[in-house]
């Protein structure tokens, strides 16, 4: 289209005017491209005048179009006797149109009759003959000729080869703002146009429905809070609810004091934990929640030989970020205490924690630690087990299995791993075992209630899933946006492990 009307107005910048018929014979053109192009140029107000005229036009027939193809009725007669001649009843009854043909062929002097054995007898007269009506309707057929003369005209009329159809056409002349270019379509309809009209003077630049939407600038979730949600969809399907882990700063209290850890055990220096200078210490605690820890610590109690120390509460009043949220997990059970009669419950927590540790490709001075604690009246071992199997399960981890180890207050402790079959060995994938008698008690919870508990980190299985090797790429200012907004949803499951 868009060079048909360029050509339209070049021919006009040379001619005074051309009609649609004309220039799709020139150009070799549908008529119907031509007025296609000049209905799109008269959208620019005045660049063309068209004037609209009804034309009349050849066009073949099926029978014209049967000549075109296969020669004329006279042709096919001429063509159809052998070179001793034919039976005339013969060559009238085989041949098609055989008695237009022969008729034609006998005026053209193509052929003769000879009756001098009794039969009439068809010969031919001529050696070869010019089959002007086939060549005459080809070039009406494709444009070469666009009239015919009058006789030929009277005779393929009558002959049923040609017939005139009406045809609009229009006679185009330069506008009054002619011009050799184009205007732009537009490509926005504006108030202004709407309110003066002129749209209906203007092109506009065809609507492209396939054209993509811009792509809304919207929120990306990080990989690490994908893996938490599917982390907690497992909880709560598992009837878990969530503790309030919204502080990151805890006494050591509650970190450690509560949780029966001696005051001078390694992990509470400042080599692993992070202390508080500004407020550095604590000083709300419940007293006598806090004289019966002392007591454990100091003494022992609750069939326990404690550690045999001088306790101090000015230790256990310093402020450090958190070293895990098992420090929530005990203000929780301490809350659960006081409420009487005991009722079972189930805990989860996912949230940040901080350790002063050696910084190396997968290890930062903060994790997310994921935490599940379920308390019920006598809950075994098998029950801490079981636990674990249905939560790592709900991940697509089937293959568990539990190694004995210690953490300061949890008896027994066990290891948990999963054989990795890619690596085709057992990775440790969490820690678990149940709280020890000397952190429940001083609590209030009532005897024969046991609290088991297990623990994981966010980030490792996040690496894994998204097959990062340096934390770094996950987790801090070096962060690649695009890692965000481009990352996979995530389904957790040790199948991603392999
Ligand atoms: O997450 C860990 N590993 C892991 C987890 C998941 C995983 O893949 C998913 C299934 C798809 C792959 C690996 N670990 C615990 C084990 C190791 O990575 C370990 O080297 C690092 N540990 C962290 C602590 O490091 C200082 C992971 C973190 C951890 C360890 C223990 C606990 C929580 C987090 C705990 C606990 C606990 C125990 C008893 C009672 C309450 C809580």
Not at 136 to 156: M, R
Not at 263 to 290: C, G, V, W
Not at 466 to 473: F, K, L, Q, T, V
Request: net charge neutral.
């Amino acid at each position: 289209m868009g060079d048909i009307r360029e050509r339209i107005l070049s021919h006009l910048e040379n001619n005074e005017d051309a009609d649609t018929l004309f220039l799709a014979e020139k150009w070799d053109e549908t008529h119907q491209k031509i007025v296609g192009a000049v209905k799109s140029l008269q959208i620019h107000e005045g660049i063309i005048d068209a004037e609209q005229k009804v034309s009349s036009k050849l066009e073949l027939t099926k029978e014209g179009r049967a000549v075109a193809d296969s020669g004329s009725h006279e042709a096919l007669i001429f063509n159809s006797i052998p070179e001793e001649g034919i039976l005339q009843s013969e060559i009238m009854k085989n041949v098609p149109n055989a008695k237009i043909g022969f008729n034609k062929a006998m005026s053209a002097g193509w052929i003769t009759i000879d009756k001098s054995d009794g039969a009439a007898k068809v010969l031919r007269k001529v050696e070869e003959i010019t089959d002007s009506v086939q060549e005459t309707l080809k070039q009406l057929q494709n444009g070469t000729i666009t009239k015919l003369s009058d006789s030929q005209f009277k005779d393929y009329k009558k002959r049923k080869l040609v017939t005139e159809v009406k045809v609009t056409i229009y006679v185009l002349r330069k506008g009054p703002n002619f011009s050799l270019t184009i205007p732009e379509p537009e490509k926005d309809l504006t108030d202004e146009m709407l309110s003066t009209g002129s749209w209906k003077n203007k092109e506009f630049k065809p609507y492209n429905f396939n054209a993509l939407g811009i792509m809304p600038q919207s929120g990306h979730l990080h990989p690490l809070l994908k893996v938490r949600a599917q982390y907690m969809t497992i909880f709560l399907e598992m009837g878990f609810s969530e503790m309030p882990t919204n502080n990151f700063v805890e006494s050591s209290f509650w970190n450690f004091d509560a949780l029966f850890q001696p005051q001078q055990h390694p992990a509470r220096d400042a080599h692993d934990t992070f202390f508080i200078s500004k407020p550095m210490n604590a000083t709300k605690f419940p007293e006598d929640y806090l004289e019966r820890v002392k007591k454990v610590h100091a003494e022992g109690g609750y069939g326990s030989q404690g550690y045999k120390y001088d306790w101090k509460r000015e230790e256990a009043s310093k402020n450090i970020m958190r070293t895990h949220t098992t420090a929530v997990s005990a203000r929780m059970l301490y809350k659960l205490a006081q409420q009487k009669p005991f009722k079972p419950v189930r805990y989860f927590s996912i949230d940040r924690v901080f350790r002063n540790e050696t910084l190396d490709a997968t290890h930062l001075a903060e994790f997310h630690q994921i935490e599940g604690v379920v308390a019920d009246y006598d809950l075994t071992l098998g029950d801490l087990m079981g636990v674990i199997h249905e939560f790592f399960k709900k991940l697509g981890i089937q293959k568990i299995r539990f190694k004995p180890a210690y953490n300061p207050y949890t008896e027994p402790s066990m290891e948990i791993f999963s054989y990795h079959e890619g690596l085709k060995k057992w990775v440790e994938i969490g820690n678990s075992g149940v709280f020890r008698p000397e952190m429940l008690l001083p609590m209030g919870l009532p005897e024969g209630v046991n609290v088991i508990a297990w623990g994981l980190s966010l980030e490792r299985p996040t690496m894994i899933l998204y097959g990062i090797n340096n934390i770094r790429d996950l987790i801090g200012p070096k962060v690649k946006l695009n890692m965000v907004y481009n990352n996979p949803i995530c389904r957790v499951g040790i199948e991603q492990l392999s």
